[in-house]
Each structure stands twice: as C-alpha cells, then as structure tokens.
C-alpha cells in the first residue's frame, strides 16, 4: 500500500494558491510557536516542528513545490487524497505592558497576525485588571473563521529605565556619599507609587540591597512584590605624603 503524501500545506495553514511570501511568513510564525525549546520539549512540539520543517523545505523550493503540486494531482486524480492537517485554532501571544500597568490596569488592543486565517489579521480588546502580576494569562475568543478557537496572552514586563523586573520584584540602583555609607540614616528613592524613604545601616557595603517590601509589582496570588535598592558610593580616598630623610 502506498505512503499517502503528507499535507505541507495543510502543515502551515495555507491553501494551494497561495505566494511564496506566505509561505515565508507562516513558516517563520509556526516554528517560533512550536519551537521546542518555547514548549518544554514536549514530544508533539518536536513532532510539529519536524512537520513545519519538512513542509518549508518542499514549498519553499519552486522547483520542489511544483513536482509536489503534480505528485497531489495525480493522487486526488487515482482517488487517494492527502488527509488534511487539523487546523490549529489555538495561539499563545506576549504583550508587553508598562510597570504602572500592572498596578493601574489598562486597555489594549491585541493584534493577531494568524497566517491560516484568510481574513487576514484579528484585533480584539483586552481588559487588563488592576494589580495585574507579571505572567498572568487572559483569554479571547477567536471570531470569525477560527470561531471557537482561543488566544491565550501572557503579560510581560516592558523594559524601564528606572527599574530591573525579576518575577515581581523590583531592582533599582541608589548612589550616596561615602559618609553616609558609613554613618547610616534614610534617602529618598524613586518607587512606583512616588518617593520613598530607605532606611541606610551603617556600614553598608558597595552592592548590597536594602529591601523595601511591598513596593514592587503585584503577585498573582495576592500582595506585591519588594522594591531591592541597590547601594553604591564612591569610596572616600585620603592621600598623605610621608616626610622623610635624604
């Protein structure tokens, strides 16, 4: 019995008719959704990226696409058709909001770029909720042609000028004078709400933090994260010049 040939084209989303440029693009999109290292190296990842590999290197080729294009017409011809690849209807996005976002909330438009989807890009507004925590997930269900389906979004973090986000603690660096090293007392310091004032042991070293706690980003399960200050200073340098005897 003969190997039915597989569906490249089913593999990536797209129909027969479409340009080499679509088949470009849904390649790259597919293979960084399903990429293995994206997806915990599970076995339906490896699996889907072999497929999309395989799919890209047929289609990708003219000369290669036009033999297969004729290999599928002879099959459908002898009444043996290639079995369609299921559509995937799922996604997963990352959307990128500013710090005060996650305190605040905020409204954003996603946009979907979907390569199978013929009607071209989707656009939905996303709610996001005050005291938001960074990673959190939101769903939207899919319209239209991939009605049913859903758009899993993940929020990240924006990068800031001002900030360091590791999950949701908040880094930043504060600069004092030596003296104010070694004797100790409170500065002021930038936080997400405003100024805050930090308290400064004496003593403290080039590097070390003082943790302000309660004055990060929110956390998922209630409460906010710590503000880590970060200390550093010009050490103080004296220079005596030794007398002595020729």
Request: glycine share 10%; charged share 30%.
């Given at each position: 019995?003969?190997?039915?040939?597989?569906?490249?084209?089913?593999?990536?989303?797209?129909?027969?008719?479409?340009?080499?440029?679509?088949?470009?693009?849904?390649?790259?999109?597919?293979?960084?959704?399903?990429?293995?290292?994206?997806?915990?190296?599970?076995?339906?990842?490896?699996?889907?990226?072999?497929?999309?590999?395989?799919?890209?290197?047929?289609?990708?080729?003219?000369?290669?696409?036009?033999?297969?294009?004729?290999?599928?017409?002879?099959?459908?011809?002898?009444?043996?058709?290639?079995?369609?690849?299921?559509?995937?209807?799922?996604?997963?996005?990352?959307?990128?909001?500013?710090?005060?976002?996650?305190?605040?909330?905020?409204?954003?438009?996603?946009?979907?770029?979907?390569?199978?989807?013929?009607?071209?890009?989707?656009?939905?507004t996303l709610e996001i909720p005050p005291k938001t925590a960074p990673g959190d997930?939101?769903?939207?269900?899919?319209?239209?042609?991939?009605?049913?389906?859903?758009?899993?979004?993940?929020?990240?973090?924006?990068?800031?000028?001002?900030?360091?986000?590791?999950?949701?603690?908040?880094?930043?660096?504060?600069r004092i004078s030596s003296d104010r090293a070694a004797k100790g007392g409170s500065?002021?310091?930038?936080?997400?709400?405003?100024?805050?004032?930090?308290?400064?042991?004496?003593?403290?070293?080039?590097?070390?933090?003082?943790?302000?706690?309660?004055?990060?980003?929110?956390?998922?399960?209630?409460?906010?994260?710590?503000?880590?200050?970060?200390?550093?200073?010009?050490?103080?340098?004296?220079?005596?010049?030794?007398?002595?005897?020729?």
């Amino acid at each position: 019995m003969q190997t039915p040939l597989p569906n490249h084209y089913a593999t990536l989303g797209l129909h027969r008719r479409c340009t080499d440029e679509q088949i470009r693009i849904a390649y790259r999109l597919l293979a960084k959704q399903h990429h293995p290292d994206l997806n915990g190296g599970s076995v339906d990842s490896i699996a889907q990226t072999q497929a999309l590999n395989a799919a890209h290197e047929v289609l990708g080729d003219p000369d290669r696409r036009a033999a297969y294009d004729r290999q599928c017409a002879s099959a459908e011809n002898s009444a043996r058709p290639v079995r369609p690849t299921r559509i995937q209807k799922n996604l997963a996005q990352d959307v990128h909001l500013r710090l005060d976002d996650f305190l605040r909330g905020t409204r954003l438009d996603v946009r979907v770029q979907d390569p199978a989807n013929p009607d071209g890009a989707e656009t939905y507004t996303l709610e996001i909720p005050p005291k938001t925590a960074p990673g959190d997930r939101f769903r939207i269900a899919r319209e239209g042609y991939f009605h049913g389906g859903l758009v899993t979004v993940r929020v990240k973090a924006r990068p800031d000028p001002r900030f360091k986000v590791r999950g949701s603690d908040l880094r930043c660096d504060l600069r004092i004078s030596s003296d104010r090293a070694a004797k100790g007392g409170s500065e002021n310091v930038r936080g997400l709400n405003g100024s805050l004032r930090v308290t400064i042991p004496p003593g403290i070293g080039r590097g070390e933090e003082v943790r302000i706690p309660g004055e990060g980003l929110p956390k998922t399960r209630g409460g906010r994260g710590d503000l880590l200050v970060r200390i550093d200073y010009r050490p103080e340098v004296r220079i005596t010049r030794s007398s002595g005897t020729r």
